[in-house]
């Protein structure tokens, strides 16, 4: 079954302590994408991968890093997490064939920093 | 599709109905539209995509109409039903760039039996 899975599905963890949400794909998407959801804010992308060590900011990058050493793998990472990192996390993966940009979004990641 | 402060813009509609969402992107550029559903947890899901060179396309049961002077999306959901309830949002992209998807806000629908 094509899927984006993301682990993990939910997080509650304090300021400052390194925490890391994977994202994998099995669909051999070359785009990978990270967004963040917040209540009258919508969908906000953090990062995005156009393919194996090809990576860059978004709207909202401040506070995580991502890395591409896989194509089918994008985790995203909070060196030192804090409040306002609250959020809920989506992955997305899209293939650029046949002019089609669709994103598959996996489940999501609701992370609370206290 | 833009929200103020908190709150999404709602639509209510009966099931069987024809159901109209609207949305206003923002940047002139952008030659790549789709919208999505996002159904209360779970991630957002693609429904249609539209290019700029065209000004409508039909899928099943729903239609986009892309306005591109006044910078106008709308979707159209025919016969609405139950399971229709959701969020849409509309994104857009240009394409040949970053393939950058800016999402809109979105439109809380909800279908009533």
């Known amino acids: 079954e094509a899927q984006v899975t993301q682990n993990p599905r939910y997080l509650i963890t304090v300021t400052g302590k390194k925490l890391t949400v994977t994202c994998s794909q099995n669909m051999n998407h070359e785009y990978m994408s990270w967004y963040r959801q917040d209540p009258g804010l919508g969908l906000r992308q953090i990062y995005y991968s156009m393919n194996v060590e090809v990576t860059d900011k978004g709207d909202v990058p401040e506070g995580y890093k991502v890395s591409r050493k896989e194509k089918r793998n994008f985790p995203l990472i909070l060196e030192s997490p804090s409040p306002n990192q609250t959020s809920l996390y989506f992955c997305a993966s899209s293939s650029f064939g046949q002019g089609s940009y669709e994103q598959y979004f996996g489940p999501g990641t609701r992370l609370t920093v206290t | 599709g833009e929200s103020v402060g908190l709150h999404l813009p709602t639509l209510s509609v009966q099931e069987g109905d024809n159901s109209i969402i609207n949305c206003a992107y923002s940047?002139?550029?952008?030659?790549?539209f789709i919208w999505y559903k996002q159904e209360s947890g779970k991630g957002p899901q693609f429904i249609i995509d539209?290019?700029?060179?065209?000004d409508k396309r039909q899928g099943q049961r729903v239609t986009v109409l892309l306005n591109k002077t006044v910078k106008h999306l709308s979707l159209q959901i025919a016969a609405t039903q139950p399971g229709d309830s959701a969020v849409y949002f509309c994104?857009?992209?240009?394409?040949?760039?970053?393939?950058?998807?800016?999402f809109g806000k979105g439109t809380k629908l909800t279908v009533n039996p």
């Open positions: 994104a857009e992209m240009v394409q040949g760039g970053s393939e950058k998807l800016v």
């Open positions: 940047n002139s550029a952008s030659d790549y």
């Open positions: 539209i290019r700029s060179n065209m």
